[in-house]
């Protein structure tokens, strides 16, 4: 089977905070943020397998500390464990106070993507290799948290199936 080192998929994006950007806190609205989660990590699952992908689920993103306008904004994002046709992505958020030079850890967000084919179908990805410490620790809790997805998604199913889809005016 095709396989894929961990470092292939590493992306990295760095912004400035700018005045739209920010909530009534003034520090960086979460919405933007997991808007560029999405869109980052779309990147690292398609950088590994090289086709078209989706996100099934955005299976956590944890705010650890806000963003300042101060600060400059940086998510790293890689692809973490391979299922057949799904990916695990991570996504780790660091800021700089621009001033200091201070760091802090102040997200991070695990992401499923799909391979389609042609077809649109799900489609085989190549398995992942880590390398790093911190990759074979994420690659090696990876299956847990799969194990927990599948689940998660089974309710979700079950759940859904009991909402009606009629709007309150009708
Ligand atoms: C994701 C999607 C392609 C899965 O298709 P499906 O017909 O349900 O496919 P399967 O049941 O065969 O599952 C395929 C893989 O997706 C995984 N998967 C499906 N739904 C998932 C979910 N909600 N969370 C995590 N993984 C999921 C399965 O575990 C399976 O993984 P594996 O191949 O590694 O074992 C389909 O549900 C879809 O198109 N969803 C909409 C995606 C989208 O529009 N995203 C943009 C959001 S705006």
């Given at each position: 089977?095709e396989?894929r080192?961990?470092?292939?998929s590493?992306t990295?994006?760095?912004?400035r905070?700018?005045?739209?950007?920010?909530?009534?806190?003034n520090?960086?609205?979460g919405?933007k943020?997991?808007a560029?989660?999405?869109?980052?990590a779309?990147?690292s699952a398609?950088?590994?397998?090289?086709r078209?992908v989706?996100?099934?689920?955005?299976?956590s993103?944890?705010f650890l500390?806000p963003?300042?306008?101060t600060?400059?904004v940086c998510?790293e994002?890689f692809?973490?464990?391979?299922?057949k046709?799904?990916?695990e992505?991570?996504?780790?958020?660091i800021?700089?106070?621009?001033k200091?030079?201070e760091r802090?850890?102040?997200?991070?967000?695990?992401l499923?993507?799909?391979a389609?084919?042609e077809?649109?179908r799900p489609?085989?990805v190549?398995?992942?290799i880590?390398?790093?410490?911190e990759?074979?620790r994420?690659?090696?809790?990876?299956?847990?948290?799969?194990e927990?997805?599948?689940?998660?998604r089974e309710?979700?199913k079950e759940?859904?199936?009991h909402?009606i889809?009629?709007?309150p005016?009708e």
């Amino acid at each position: 089977m095709e396989q894929r080192f961990v470092k292939e998929s590493r992306t990295y994006k760095t912004s400035r905070i700018f005045p739209t950007d920010v909530n009534n806190h003034n520090t960086l609205f979460g919405g933007k943020l997991m808007a560029y989660i999405d869109d980052i990590a779309s990147i690292s699952a398609s950088k590994h397998c090289r086709r078209s992908v989706v996100t099934a689920s955005t299976d956590s993103v944890d705010f650890l500390s806000p963003i300042r306008p101060t600060d400059s904004v940086c998510l790293e994002s890689f692809v973490t464990w391979t299922g057949k046709s799904s990916m695990e992505v991570f996504v780790k958020v660091i800021t700089e106070d621009l001033k200091t030079g201070e760091r802090t850890i102040a997200a991070t967000s695990f992401l499923t993507f799909v391979a389609l084919d042609e077809n649109k179908r799900p489609v085989q990805v190549p398995q992942v290799i880590p390398e790093t410490e911190e990759e074979r620790r994420l690659n090696a809790t990876g299956t847990r948290r799969a194990e927990m997805r599948k689940t998660r998604r089974e309710q979700s199913k079950e759940f859904s199936d009991h909402l009606i889809t009629r709007f309150p005016w009708e």
